[in-house]
């Protein structure tokens, strides 16, 4: 399956500009779809308390976002990561031709497995 044809069947998932929460293991989160340019971004928002270097969490290009934000489900502090990296796929960059052969785009499932990593990293640090 192309990119695009993987990008258009995860759309049936989360559509563009939209968003889609989760409770995992007792963790509110999020992934949402980029409504321009259409790549996913992953949320995990942070117990209150808990302390958290953004620097030592391992996830897909690293931690882009900490903060609060009223798009997310709850107001909680989230970190958050993203799929626009080097090397990977999005729509509007290959509309912009912008692509190389072996980009790769990161659907839900890509996302939502980075996101349970980032939980179990903060479910360590919570002990």
């Not at 989230?78 to 960059?93: A, E, T, V």
Request: net charge negative; with cysteine.
């Amino acid at each position: 399956m192309t990119n695009q044809e993987r990008y258009e069947e995860d759309l049936k998932v989360i559509p563009e500009g939209g968003s889609k929460a989760y409770i995992i293991d007792g963790f509110n989160a999020c992934i949402r779809r980029h409504g321009y340019v259409g790549h996913l971004c992953g949320y995990v928002e942070v117990p209150e308390g808990l302390s958290v270097n953004i620097n030592e969490i391992d996830c897909h290009g690293g931690i882009t976002f900490n903060d609060r934000w009223d798009e997310l489900p709850t107001d909680g502090r989230y970190i958050g990561f993203d799929c626009m990296h080097f090397r990977d796929w999005s729509p509007l960059s290959a509309k912009e031709g912008l692509t190389y052969s072996d980009d790769e785009y990161r659907d839900t499932e890509f996302v939502l497995n980075e996101i349970k990593s980032i939980i179990k990293q903060l479910k360590e640090k919570q002990q």
